[in-house]
């Protein structure tokens, strides 16, 4: 219910791949993959940009995202979730 609600509110793009039940990128390979045969096949120039994940979850801040959420008319039980979460958050890696 709450991924619905979130979703309808705040649209992701088709493209997107992460954060999401989804095959996984490799539909986002293939297509590069393709991309890159038809330029060389045309002798055409190609550009490609890739975003680096590394600073991906601190980019924004938690403070900004709750505001987000509020304008775009989230449930506030759902955004009183989602603070909960960001309260404390600590990651590590083994």
């Not at 509110?9 to 088709?14: E, G, I, K, S």
């Not at 890159?36 to 055409?44: D, G, Y």
């Not at 759902?78 to 309260?87: E, G, N, P, S, W």
């Amino acid at each position: 219910i709450l991924t619905a609600q979130f979703i309808k509110a705040c649209p992701v793009n088709p493209q997107q791949r992460g954060f999401i039940i989804s095959s996984g990128c490799s539909k986002n390979v293939k297509l590069l993959q393709l991309l890159i045969q038809c330029a060389k096949r045309e002798h055409q120039p190609l550009g490609a940009v890739f975003v680096g994940l590394t600073k991906a979850f601190n980019t924004v801040s938690h403070f900004h995202v709750i505001m987000a959420l509020n304008q775009k008319g989230i449930d506030d039980h759902f955004v009183a979730l989602i603070k909960i979460l960001y309260d404390n958050l600590t990651a590590q890696i083994d």
